[in-house]
């Protein structure tokens, strides 16, 4: 699976939108971008993941660029609830066992 | 909507002891999946169940066992405790994939953190 860079920590203010990068640049054309978030000492919880289109649920955006070697993890409305350390994550398809590490962690201020 | 059930929430055990964790997934789900995370760090993977069949294994110590029953729970025995087994321990489930699609998400229970002295 390929390697992703994230910053290791950012902040945003409450109610604005939260734009979290991710570097992919050794993507192959067969891996997925997955998103996960771990709230403090609560289990990973899913968020959004897409190839090459970019994908929208009731809880994120993700903007992947045209090459594929990066994407953004767009959070409309961020509210304090949002504090948590994202991770993006890169997986071939039909592979199904995330790699966690080096998240950003996001802190969401009033 | 259902989520993962993870049993007990907390455990405390002595060294050498042995311990049982279980783990239900969310209906219709036939993955399950083991994770460990120990203090300040990331979730690390230990072993994977589809179908009631071992199909991926992570660093699991070999005192750990585990298995999928047949209404898709699933358990991991821990045997001959050490202190640094002491850690939060998180199941996932996934759905079978949909159609031709070859992406799969995981949804994690609220672990259960197990404290070993």
């Known amino acids: 699976d390929a390697k992703t860079t994230q910053p290791t920590s950012m902040d945003c203010a409450e109610g604005r939108a939260a734009n979290l990068p991710c570097n992919h640049s050794t993507i192959s054309g067969n891996e997925y971008v997955y998103w996960y978030r771990q709230i403090h000492s609560q289990g990973p919880q899913y968020i959004i993941h897409g190839l090459k289109n970019n994908e929208t649920n009731e809880m994120a955006s993700l903007i992947i660029t045209e090459d594929r070697k990066s994407s953004t993890l767009i959070l409309p409305h961020a509210t304090l609830r949002d504090t948590a350390v994202y991770y993006c994550i890169v997986m071939a398809g039909g592979s199904y066992i995330p790699t966690f590490g080096r998240g950003t962690s996001l802190i969401v201020h009033p | 909507a259902a989520g993962v059930i993870q049993s007990p929430r907390h455990l405390i055990k002595e060294k050498r002891e042995t311990a049982t964790l279980k783990c239900y997934p969310i209906p219709r789900h036939d993955t399950v999946y083991w994770y460990q995370q120990g203090p300040g760090q990331d979730p690390q993977f230990l072993i994977s169940?589809?179908?009631?069949?071992?199909?991926d294994k992570g660093s699991i110590p070999d005192r750990f066992s585990a298995q999928q029953f047949s209404d898709y729970h699933s358990e991991l025995n821990m045997s001959s405790l050490e202190l640094g087994d002491s850690a939060l321990y998180f199941c996932a489930s996934s759905p079978p994939p949909r159609g031709f699609a070859l992406s799969y998400e995981q949804y994690f229970g609220p672990g259960t953190r197990l404290t070993v002295t």
């Open positions: 169940f589809y179908e009631k069949m071992q199909s």
